[in-house]
């Protein structure tokens, strides 16, 4: 099924890796416009190559004198970089560790199902991607892939290699960073047979894997003499087991804004139709309150808040073509009737509407509300693991912005490129 390949990576001259802290940044999609202009200050922060202030053109010429340089160096030997995350939760003490590693997975479509989506993506962040893949043959942060292995085979593995980290540090969230390596050539036979029989879901960085087919499409076409061997038929991804009790998926709320004629009122009197409604005197209990329940929901207005739960029966007037696992969602019961029935956003339009924007943190929620920022803040709960497994082998997606895993993978610990002279293992390698 998944054809993984240990890599030949590219990491920072030892002397800057010193400060690792100082050259590591969060995915590009996360981090926010401040952030951005500070890690921009340092001239060679990863940033630079995961988000480029120019055009792509400039991007791949910074790589080249960074390369040229010895700003970057590539690793003699290829490898399985073994990755942790140590983190806890807004009020939660015990401790969690996401274990994982970093490999290069062959690049598969869609309709192959050896990797399965639970998101849709945005055809201009896509074709973004697309463009800095071309111009530099080079990941620059990985992906986030998923795979199921109850029996936890590579752990030992993993744990073993975690008594010699290589960098540590600690993100702007205060997760704990840690990356090791494997160079041992039955270790990493064994990370390759283990997920031989594997079908792998994507959790994150669903634009940059697409880009990657589009790519490796591309250059397919181009090349008469295609074997598949090429390094554009391979993408950089992070993997981790969902059998682990690490796996954090956390919620992602909705906002409302700038919606012309939003009545609370109005509002109320259509969801009364669907859910059954209770009006709460202290809006910072929301999370508590709905925690748990399905098809439960917080509504912050200006002046008031409410839970509101669907009505079972309910469940049935969703005319949206999807099977029962999607119908079933809390976001497709959120977008389906709080947004489309009561305030009149059409679900084809969704993806795209001016009205409607997202954020993760419950307080920053409450805060825009009351600061009037946002008309009106839907919170709802997360999923679970078990949910997105089943949507995506459904072979249908989720409604977007659908799951947040957390914490999320930084860019800076390690590169690869898919340039075929860099590519390419030593002639040595026991690998193919």
């Given at each position: 099924m998944a054809e993984i390949l240990p890599i030949r990576a590219w990491r920072y001259n030892p002397q800057l890796a010193a400060e690792i802290e100082a050259l590591t940044a969060p995915l590009f999609d996360v981090v926010s416009e401040k952030q951005r202009q500070a890690l921009y200050r340092n001239s060679y922060n990863s940033i630079h190559l995961t988000v480029p202030q120019g055009t792509p053109q400039q991007a791949a010429q910074l790589l080249q004198s960074w390369k040229e340089n010895n700003i970057l160096i590539q690793d003699k030997l290829p490898g399985i970089y073994v990755y942790y995350q140590y983190f806890t939760l807004p009020g939660n003490p015990k401790p969690f560790c996401r274990k994982g590693f970093i490999c290069h997975v062959r690049v598969y479509d869609w309709n192959e199902g050896i990797i399965l989506r639970h998101e849709n993506t945005i055809p201009g962040a896509v074709n973004d991607r697309i463009a800095l893949l071309e111009s530099t043959a080079?990941?620059?942060?990985?992906?986030?892939?998923?795979?199921?292995?109850?029996?936890?085979?590579?752990?030992?593995?993993?744990?073993?290699?975690?008594?010699?980290?290589?960098?540590?540090?600690?993100?702007?969230?205060?997760?704990?960073d840690v990356l090791a390596v494997i160079h041992d050539a039955r270790a990493i036979k064994m990370f390759m047979q283990v997920l031989r029989d594997k079908t792998l879901v994507l959790a994150d960085g669903h634009h940059r894997y697409e880009a990657s087919i589009a790519v490796k499409q591309k250059?397919?076409?181009?090349?008469?003499?295609?074997?598949?061997?090429?390094?554009?038929?391979?993408?950089?991804?992070?993997?981790?087991?969902?059998?682990?009790?690490?796996?954090?998926?956390?919620?992602?709320?909705?906002?409302?804004?700038?919606?012309?004629?939003?009545?609370?009122?109005?509002?109320?009197?259509?969801?009364?139709?669907?859910?059954?409604?209770?009006?709460?005197?202290?809006?910072?209990?929301?999370?508590?309150?709905?925690?748990?329940?399905?098809?439960?929901?917080?509504?912050?207005?200006?002046?008031?808040?409410?839970?509101?739960?669907?009505?079972?029966?309910?469940?049935?007037?969703?005319?949206?073509?999807?099977?029962?696992?999607?119908?079933?969602?809390?976001?497709?019961?959120?977008?389906?009737?709080?947004?489309?029935?009561?305030?009149?956003?059409?679900?084809?339009?969704?993806?795209?509407?001016?009205?409607?924007?997202?954020?993760?943190?419950?307080?920053?929620?409450?805060?825009?509300?009351?600061?009037?920022?946002?008309?009106?803040?839907?919170?709802?709960?997360?999923?679970?693991?078990?949910?997105?497994?089943?949507?995506?082998?459904?072979?249908?997606?989720?409604?977007?912005?659908?799951?947040?895993?957390?914490?999320?993978?930084?860019?800076?610990?390690?590169?690869?490129?898919?340039?075929?002279?860099?590519?390419?293992?030593?002639?040595?390698?026991?690998?193919?």
């Open positions: 080079f990941h620059s942060s990985p992906t986030h892939g998923l795979y199921e292995d109850p029996n936890f085979t590579l752990e030992p593995l993993m744990d073993e290699a975690m008594t010699q980290p290589l960098y540590e540090t600690e993100d702007y969230q205060g997760v704990r250059c397919r076409a181009a090349s008469p003499h295609h074997t598949g061997k090429e390094g554009y038929n391979y993408h950089l991804m992070y993997l981790t087991n969902t059998k682990a009790n690490d796996l954090c998926i956390l919620p992602t709320h909705r906002l409302i804004k700038d919606l012309p004629g939003l009545n609370e009122q109005a509002v109320m009197k259509k969801l009364e139709e669907y859910f059954a409604i209770r009006p709460l005197e202290e809006p910072d209990t929301i999370p508590e309150i709905i925690a748990g329940k399905p098809w439960a929901f917080g509504l912050i207005f200006p002046e008031n808040a409410y839970k509101i739960r669907l009505k079972p029966e309910a469940l049935t007037r969703i005319t949206w073509p999807f099977p029962k696992e999607i119908l079933e969602l809390d976001l497709t019961v959120l977008h389906y009737f709080i947004l489309e029935k009561a305030l009149g956003i059409p679900g084809k339009t969704q993806r795209s509407s001016p009205y409607v924007a997202y954020d993760r943190n419950f307080s920053d929620c409450l805060l825009k509300v009351m600061q009037g920022k946002a008309q009106l803040a839907i919170i709802t709960n997360q999923i679970t693991i078990e949910q997105v497994m089943q949507v995506c082998r459904s072979g249908y997606t989720m409604p977007q912005k659908s799951t947040y895993f957390y914490p999320k993978v930084i860019s800076g610990f390690v590169f690869s490129s898919i340039r075929q002279s860099e590519f390419a293992v030593p002639p040595y390698a026991p690998f193919p």
